[in-house]
């Protein structure tokens, strides 16, 4: 029998809490992670007013300088700790993978100085349509259509970019090239970047809408991954026949493996908080597992290094975390984490190399406090100890630490 009857996890994406051990062998626009910070930057800089998250324990977890405006708690109602990475890269399908117990020992492809000829000419080829090249570079998401925009409007060309992730970028005007089209050429880059020298992590489809000066991206994206390596924790409960629900770009992170419940693409992380909400309020969720990505502190205000809107976002979920313990279960169990850091005080426009926060409540907790400093791969083993199934590759279970 189960410890806890549902467990859910939800993954604030980039909300770092310092700088991992071995950061300076990360670099961010020239800059070792060293000095990353992105919980400790924000409450520094802006200021940090996240009272639910505070009360679970999140200004208790170690560090060497407190969270300046997030007080410790003498008596919190969850556990707390940080967790260290061990797989070699700070993106999100490795901190994903890592997080349901996969140890990625060999990074994806990287393309700092833009793709090859050689896949530009043949995504040229089988769409029918030319590639700027002048975009095929890291580059700011929004950055690259307020640049290359007004051109695409004008000759239908596409913009492919890249970033620090092992990722490929195509941006489209929903009025240009149409989402479906997008989705297509997407697919095609998708078979063609599966095997070194260009394995990628994700191929990731951007529409936008509107004028220039005035252009949005969508919540039309779509992210094509290719499939865990290796059985990861998710696919241990799929096999035992134990509900998976995922929400957001979970089941795009695992390219839809070990899911069997997916509630969608978030809109907003509010959206994606209701989503949340659905499924732990459906009558057909009685045991189980949810598992939840929150992207837009990365996605809107990590990458494009803005303080104040992060922080804005953080109090925005924070408000919502009493209506998602409202909609827990007396032997439900609520974790909440990140991936990797994404400092918006920092160097560059890339994720940083950092520590992610870990917090625990149940409304069945007897007590509450600290549980030693662990890894990422901890949370699939503590998941995989409550119900009974075998862990992945790597992961110590504190299952027994919750009580």
Known sequence: MSKFNRMHLIVLDSVGIGAAPDANNFVNAGVPDGASDTLGHISKTVGLNVPNMAKLGLGNIPREQPLKTVPAESNPTGYATKLEEVSLGKDTMTGHWEIMGLNITEPFDTFWNGFPEEILTQIEEFSGRKVIREANKPYSGTAVIDDFGPRQMETGELIIYTSADPVLQIAAHEDIIPVEELYRICEFARSITLERPALLGRIIARPYVGEPGNFTRTSNRRDLAISPFAPTVLDKLNEAGIDTYSVGKISDIFNGE????????????????????????????????????????????????????????????DERLPEIIAAMKEDDL???????????????????????????????????????????ADISATIADNFGVDKAMIGESFLDKLV
């Open 258 to 317: 070990g899911i069997n419940h997916d509630m969608g693409h978030n809109k907003s992380n509010n959206h994606g908080v209701d989503n949340l909400i659905k499924a732990m309020t459906s009558e057909d969720f009685k045991h189980g597992f949810s598992f939840t990505n929150l992207v837009d502190f990365d996605a809107l205000y990590g990458h494009r290094r803005n303080p104040q809107g992060y922080r804005d976002c953080l109090h925005e979920f």
């Open 334 to 376: 609520l974790m909440i984490t990140a991936d990797h850091g994404n400092d918006p005080t920092y160097a560059g426009t890339d994720h940083t190399r950092e520590y992610i926060p870990f917090l625990a409540y149940s409304p069945s907790f007897k007590s509450s406090g600290l549980i030693p400093v662990g890894h990422f």
